[in-house]
């Protein structure tokens, strides 16, 4: 494990970018190897429902059209994308969420057992981070003992995916990760969603082994580095803001609101993945010729105050919906109900027993990490009241 750098503040920045270059190039000696960074939310949304910008690397300036990839939903076009998304949507249904939710809370419980009796904790690695990567493995089918600690592991997929300069090393472990989870499941079918990509391998649904590992690496993956920034954001916010938490503890089903206006206002992914463009185009005043790469800040646009009135003020009163949180238009979130329900229990669960938690720093000191991609708390630590029969195990 190498740690997560801190990140700096990102928001001042986008702020200025909003009002002076809502679209901008950046880096780059020529157009083609130049990025077209969106910020504001009229532009973002109309770049994230445009057909001339792609997902498929194979558009990119001077890419190989046959370079192989593990391809998946992530990094396809339609109609490929639709075929595969196929496949997973009805595991991540409202309904099937729905049917989670047991599930999610017992997890939720189990990790709240574990740290409840010592009166202090870090709330990221204990909870915010253990929970969603158990919810995950749950619904690829993979039980306990074949799963790798869970602080490893999102550990390496950010070192292979999201860090500014990736891992080659910890790439190498989630296709070994990967593989065995195949060769466990080809062995152990069940009812989830590796099961079920396997089936959609034999029947069409999958073209090859290779949108297949892509597939179960893009579950894995998007599946808790997201929901783990999300959990833990949403802990250091209800900490910041007691009235809101009292809010919700006061009436359960306002914990929807308080996750609603954390994804607005955290937006845990904070950028979309790169698109590039199939023909030449124009986004706000700027060209991007055919080949070109344009980056699209949900961040930003989320903070945007032509659609957000007070944008940087926390506010679980303010009228739902309208976020680009989970991105917009054909890529919209898989996961969507899942991280949303995910968020909801774990909040609730935590502050219901845990009374009295608080931080051990101010709430300014909490570092802020996983950028560029994703933005989250690194650690939470807390104290409160030992709950439960492990009080004398409380630690020093
Ligand atoms: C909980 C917080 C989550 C947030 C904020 C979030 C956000 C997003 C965003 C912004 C996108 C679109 C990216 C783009 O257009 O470039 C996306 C796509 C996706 N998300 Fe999530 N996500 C979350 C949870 C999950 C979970 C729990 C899963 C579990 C499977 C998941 C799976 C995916 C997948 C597979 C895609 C690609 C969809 C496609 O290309 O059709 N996400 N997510």
């Not at 649904?205 to 808790?224: F, I, K, N, P, Y």
């Not at 845990?268 to 993945?273: E, K, L, P």
């Not at 708390?377 to 004398?392: D, H, M, N, S, Y």
């Amino acid at each position: 494990m190498k740690g997560y750098p801190a990140d700096p503040d990102p928001y001042p920045n986008y702020r200025w970018l909003r009002a002076n270059a809502p679209a901008c190039p950046m880096g780059g000696d020529t157009a083609e190897e130049s990025t077209c960074f969106v910020t504001s939310y009229e532009l973002v949304r109309a770049g994230l429902l445009d057909s001339r910008l792609s997902s498929d690397p194979r558009n990119a300036a001077g890419a190989d059209p046959s370079a192989p990839a593990e391809r998946s939903v992530l990094d396809s076009d339609p109609p490929d994308h639709g075929r595969m998304r196929r496949v997973v949507n009805p595991a991540f249904s409202l309904t099937a969420v729905d049917a989670l939710r047991p599930t999610i809370a017992r997890i939720c419980r189990e990790a709240i057992a574990g740290l409840a009796g010592h009166g202090r904790a870090d709330l990221m690695a204990e909870y915010g981070l253990v929970v969603p990567v158990a919810v995950i493995h749950e619904i690829l089918g993979v039980p306990p003992e074949q799963r790798v600690d869970p602080v490893l592991f999102m550990d390496r997929f950010w070192w292979a995916a999201a860090a500014r300069e990736p891992d080659p090393e910890a790439a190498e472990f989630i296709d070994a990760y990967v593989t065995r989870i195949l060769e466990y499941k080809r062995a152990h079918p069940g009812d989830d969603v590796t099961t079920a990509l396997l089936r959609a391998l034999e029947d069409g649904g999958l073209r090859d082994e290779s949108e297949l590992r892509g597939m179960v690496t893009a579950v894995l993956g998007a599946g808790h580095t997201t929901t783990v920034p999300l959990v833990s954001a949403g802990i250091v916010r209800m900490l910041q803001h007691p009235a809101q938490r009292a809010k919700a503890m006061a009436d359960p089903a306002r914990w929807a609101d308080v996750v609603e206006e954390l994804l607005r206002h955290d937006s845990v992914i904070q950028v979309s993945t790169n698109r590039y463009a199939v023909e030449d185009l124009v986004i706000g005043d700027v060209p991007v010729p055919r080949g070109g790469t344009v980056l699209m800040s949900f961040a930003a646009a989320n903070r945007d105050p032509a659609r957000f009135d007070d944008p940087d003020v926390f506010d679980m009163d303010r009228p739902r919906g309208g976020h680009l949180a989970f991105g917009h238009g054909t890529h919209f979130c898989l996961g969507a109900h899942l991280g949303r329900a995910e968020a909801e229990i774990a909040l609730r669960l935590l502050f219901e027993t845990l009374g009295d938690v608080r931080l051990t720093v101010p709430v300014e000191d909490v570092v802020w990490s996983f950028g560029p991609m994703l933005r989250g708390p690194a650690a939470i630590p807390v104290t409160f009241t030992p709950v439960g029969g492990a009080r004398q195990g409380a630690r020093a």
